[in-house]
């Protein structure tokens, strides 16, 4: 059986901006809580992953390959926005592999000698997963380098002109990462991974086996209806589909009988303000700005964030990525624009366009300039 151990992981699961995304039901980041409670359901194996059917495919050739020679696998390189199942197919490598794992993130390793002690305290085979690997220090990234090409690391020894590297062996080992913003990755580092797989997010159909493969972990019954209603909230994203299938639970067994069904799937997800398209309040709060105050845009994104009465760094990173991958907001270079999906979703009338002047409203989310 695969073990897994942790290192430091001080910053590991973080969230940036002011507001942190963990207090949203339908966050797509996670806190130490949030993680415990995901443990449970996690895939141990790799045939009972769900979704992500490229990268499932071409990792188990990788690791059907290195098995069959008896040699560690090549360094895995896994991206794509969080939620999807990372840390997930990370701990799925050391299983396939029957080997030990140790777990730590970028932010934890602030220095070369913090990378060090966990390099030097791994063994033949292991999987060392670093999570948000593109927030090492520079320091690290350079031992790193080293680590994953020759499995050595160069220990200093002494200060100043007297000072001398001594060469430490290192067992053969794989290094996993997982990141959010793989274009932050420098050359250097991307390069030295031999797989990269990137996640994409889940159809409603996938999300749907992944509710009832997790309902029935949770030991309930899900009726089929529920978990379409409650895939199609989930933006597909896995993380926030359990999330919300554990809060259904919670509301059917307070406030309902029991069963877990349509019914109870849509007055659950409506007390916590999670509408059919998976929108919460702030995401709502953002388009009925957008489209009540200042008729659809353009509007510049600090004026937009002091009208919803939060920071610009908030409505940026935390409720605009999924109006502007829901086609509901376009970003122009003179600001922010709602689209007529936008207004068709919040059951407004677009206003009809100036005759000359065009409109921020589009189809697309772009601007119409004359």
């Known amino acids: 059986m695969a073990e897994v151990s942790t290192g430091s992981t001080t910053g590991h699961g973080s969230t940036t901006g002011t507001e942190s995304t963990g207090s949203r039901i339908v966050a797509p980041s996670a ?3 949030e993680r415990a409670a995901e443990a449970a359901l996690r895939p141990k194996r790799l045939d009972d992953f769900v979704g992500q059917r490229v990268v499932r495919d071409q990792l188990s050739l990788v690791l059907q390959a290195a098995i069959a020679r008896g040699n560690p696998p090549d360094h895995v390189l896994l991206s794509g ?3 999807l199942g990372k840390t997930t197919l990370a701990m799925i490598i050391s ?19 913090d990378l060090a002690a966990v390099l030097s305290s791994l063994e033949e085979g292991d999987v060392l997963f670093i999570d948000e690997i593109h927030r090492l220090a520079r320091p690290a990234e350079e031992l790193l380098y080293v680590a994953m090409e020759d499995f050595r690391v160069d220990v200093v020894v002494g200060k100043g002109a007297g000072a001398s590297a001594i060469p430490l062996a290192l067992p053969r080992f794989t290094v996993v990462g997982a990141t959010t913003r793989s274009g932050l990755l420098p050359a250097p580092l991307r390069d030295r991974f031999g797989f990269t797989g990137h ?7 996938e999300l749907e086996r992944v509710i009832l493969r997790s309902a029935g972990l949770l030991g309930v019954h899900l009726e089929h209806t529920a978990a379409q209603e409650i895939a199609g909230r989930s933006r597909g994203t896995p993380r926030i589909a359990n999330r919300l299938l554990r809060r259904v639970r919670d509301w059917a067994q307070v406030r309902g009988d029991g069963r877990l069904d349509l019914h109870a799937a849509k007055s659950a997800l409506e007390v916590y303000e999670v509408d059919p398209i998976g929108l919460d309040r702030l995401d709502r709060a953002v388009l009925t700005a957008l489209c009540t105050r200042f008729g659809g845009g353009p509007v510049g994104l600090s004026t937009l964030a002091m009208t919803v009465g939060e920071e610009a760094e908030t409505v940026e990173t935390v409720a605009e990525p999924y109006l502007v991958r829901e086609g509901l907001v376009g970003r122009t270079p003179r600001g922010r624009v709602a689209t007529l999906a936008a207004w068709e979703h919040l059951g407004l009338t677009p ?6 002047y065009g409109t921020g409203t589009t189809n697309q989310g772009t601007l119409l300039d004359p």
């Open 31 to 33: 806190d130490e809580i």
């Open 81 to 83: 926005p969080p939620g």
């Open 95 to 113: 299983g396939e592999l029957e080997s030990h794992m140790r777990l730590t993130s970028g932010p934890a390793i602030q220095h070369a000698g």
């Open 199 to 205: 996640m994409d997010y889940y159809s409603p159909e």
């Open 351 to 356: 206003p009809a366009p100036t005759p000359g």
